[in-house]
Every structure is written in structure tokens, then in C-alpha cells.
């Protein structure tokens, strides 16, 4: 074996034996490189006589070729060993049965919630909504509180520390009622200008409400729908018909009796608590208190910028968790809060 023969095959032999590419890379510095055998043969090129300079020279350009050659060879089989490394790591078995989406899904007093707005507004209500911060004005002397009323206390109302333009705090919304205030006003002076007659106003207002209360019934943050309905000629008999058939649609049943409680708002004028009974079921004959309402208050409707003289209607609050118990035969309202998705998913099943 010649000088260049040997040197082609340990150059051949110590690639073969390398598994990392930077050593190859070093390894073929030692041959191909500046320093390099290969390098320095070349150099030596220069003492011998023109002929033998061919000869020698076309030797150790071929013992190069080959050094060169199981360079390349070794290189792509080190790459092709790391991408074999690289995919057994990464491996997954696409036998395996899939985990399962978690879909997310509606939560029980938003499923009722829809459901409300749906209900009324294929009866001719609009849908409002209003902040949850409220002025004091608006969540109660527009409403004929009284300075006084028990609603009013710290013990029930959690007070915001930031006073309004009338220097009084501003608050969490004890009820949705200020919605009649907002609106109605709202309504009466897109009329103002006298274009035509003013259509009645006819609403619903979903929303948070919250009083300083938590018991298994109560929670310091709940949910209430306000309805209100003015015009030249609506009655109590109307609440009545309106109440009743959101009732029957809402539970999806016609035997549902009503009750007209009276009872005391300083916004209505005569006031109900508005009672139902289911007619058969395991609540069958139990009455459940489930909203206030009564005919607006004159000074209310004055309040809304109307004269009462020529504008009558009702108002109602329900609770939207009341319902939605009612509905589903839910026991404690805490629950609704709890986060337990136990609760929860069987309200949206898969
Ligand atoms: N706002 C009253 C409450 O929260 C309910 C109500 C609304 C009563 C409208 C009468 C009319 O208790």
C-alpha cells in the first residue's frame, strides 16, 4: 500500500469512528485543513522535478478526492443518525385513543338569562342593559326611596369610595330598577322633539345586582330582570297576562298558578310580590315567592319625565337565580357560585 493509499484509509477509518459532527469537521482539519497531511504533501510538490510533479501531484489530488469523498459520506450518515435519534424521541403512537375535548358551556343563570331575553322580546320588549355602578340618585331617589329606606344603609348597599357630581358615593346597583330610570328617560327624550307620538316604552333589563347578603337563598351579588311597561292604557291586568305567559313559556308548562301578594316598593303604587305554584311535580302546591312588581309610582313616572296624569304602566324584578332553581330543582343558590364543574356540567352535557 502506498504512502497515500495508507493515508486515504486512515483518513477513512478515523471518520468511520467519529458520531459527533463538530469532531469530524475537526478530523477533517487534520487532512483537508491548512496544517492539514494533505496540505503539506501538496506543499512538498514544489522540490520535485516537473515530471515527477505531475505524477505525484495527480496521486495526491485522487488520495484527496477520497479523503474528501468519505468526508461527505460520513457526514450524511451522522445526519441521517441524529434525524433517526431526533424522531424516535419525538415518536407518538397515533393508536392510542385521543384524550377528549373539555368543551366550556353555559352557565345555568346565563342559560336562563337568554332564555328571558328570547321570551320577552318575541312579545314586543326591548332588551336593555345599564352599568353596575350606579348613583345614588338613579338607584334611589329617582325611585322614590326615601332618605330612610333600610335599602340605603350601609348594612345593605357596598358603597363605592368616589363621589358623584352631586356629592354623593357611588354604589353597586342594589337592583335593577335604576333600568327604568335610565331608560325611560332615555326613551322620552328621543320623543321630545315631537316626531309623531311616543310608542310605549316596553323593556326588560337583565343584569348583576348586589346587596351585603349571603345566606343558602342569598348571594352578595345575584341576578334580576326588571321589566317595565308605560303607555296611555296599560294595566295591572296586563302585568298579570304578561307574567303569566313568560311563566308558562319559561317552565314550558301551562299548570303554573299566580298570586298577587300585596305588599309595599316606594316605587309602585299599589306594590305586589308576585307568587307562583306549580299545579302538579314534586313542588306541587307550594307557593314560591318569585318577583316583586306593582303599578309605577306617579312621582316615578314624573321622574321619568312624564306626566303621570296621561302615563300609567307596570314595573316587575324577578330573580334570575330563583328561576333558573326553580327550573332545574337546584337547593342551594351557593352552588351556582361554587365553580364545582360537577354542578356545572350537568347543565351542558357532551
Ligand atoms: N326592585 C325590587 C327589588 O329588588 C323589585 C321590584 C321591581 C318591585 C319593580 C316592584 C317593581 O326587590
Known amino acids: 500500500m502506498t504512502e497515500l493509499q495508507d493515508l486515504v484509509h486512515r483518513a477513512e477509518t478515523e471518520f468511520a469512528a467519529i458520531s459527533h459532527p463538530a469532531e469530524l469537521e475537526n478530523a477533517k482539519a487534520r487532512y483537508l485543513g491548512k496544517a492539514g497531511a494533505i496540505t503539506a ?19 495526491i489530488n485522487l488520495a484527496k478526492q477520497g479523503i474528501e469523498a468519505a468526508l461527505q ?12 435519534a431526533k424522531l424516535a424521541a419525538e415518536a407518538i403512537d397515533v393508536t392510542l385513543p385521543g384524550r377528549g375535548q373539555h368543551g366550556g358551556g353555559l352557565h345555568p343563570v346565563v342559560r336562563s338569562w337568554m332564555r328571558i331575553e328570547e321570551i320577552f322580546s ?12 350606579e348613583d345614588d340618585w338613579t338607584n334611589f331617589t329617582a325611585l322614590n326611596s326615601p332618605q330612610n329606606h333600610p335599602a340605603r344603609s350601609m348594612q345593605d348597599t357596598f358603597y363605592v369610595d368616589v363621589e358623584d357630581e352631586r356629592g354623593q358615593p357611588l354604589l353597586l346597583r342594589t337592583h335593577t330598577s335604576p333600568m327604568q ?7 322620552v327624550q328621543r320623543y321630545a322633539a315631537g316626531i309623531g307620538a311616543m310608542p310605549d316604552i316596553k323593556v326588560i333589563a337583565p343584569g348583576r345586582t348586589y346587596r351585603v347578603d349571603s345566606d343558602a337563598t342569598h348571594s352578595p351579588m345575584f341576578h334580576q330582570f326588571e321589566g317595565l311597561w308605560i303607555g296611555e292604557r296599560v294595566s295591572l291586568a296586563d302585568l298579570k297576562g304578561v307574567y303569566t305567559s313568560f311563566l308558562q313559556t319559561f317552565f314550558e308548562r301551562d299548570d303554573i298558578t299566580l298570586r298577587f301578594r300585596p305588599s309595599y316598593f316606594p316605587f309602585t303604587e299599589p306594590s305586589a310580590e308576585i307568587d307562583m305554584m306549580f299545579d302538579s311535580g314534586p313542588l306541587k302546591g307550594r307557593w314560591l315567592e318569585i318577583s316583586g312588581a306593582g303599578q309605577v309610582h306617579p312621582t316615578v313616572v314624573r321622574n321619568f319625565g312624564l306626566d303621570p296624569e296621561q302615563y ?3 314595573a316587575f324584578g324577578s330573580g334570575i337565580e330563583r328561576l333558573t332553581m326553580l327550573r332545574y330543582g337546584v337547593g342551594d343558590l351557593r352552588q351556582f357560585y ?13
Open 338 to 350: 361554587s365553580g364545582d364543574l360537577r354542578f356545572l356540567e350537568q347543565f351542558n352535557p357532551a
Open 181 to 187: 330610570v335610565r331608560h325611560a328617560r332615555a326613551h
Open 312 to 314: 300609567i304602566g307596570f
Open 73 to 84: 459520506q460520513r457526514r450524511a450518515a451522522l445526519a441521517e443518525l441524529e434525524l433517526h
Open 122 to 133: 318575541s312579545i314586543g320588549f326591548a332588551v336593555a342593559e345599564g352599568p353596575e355602578i
Open 41 to 59: 504533501l501538496m506543499k512538498g510538490l514544489s522540490q520535485l522535478s516537473p515530471e515527477r510533479k505531475r505524477e505525484q501531484g495527480a496521486s
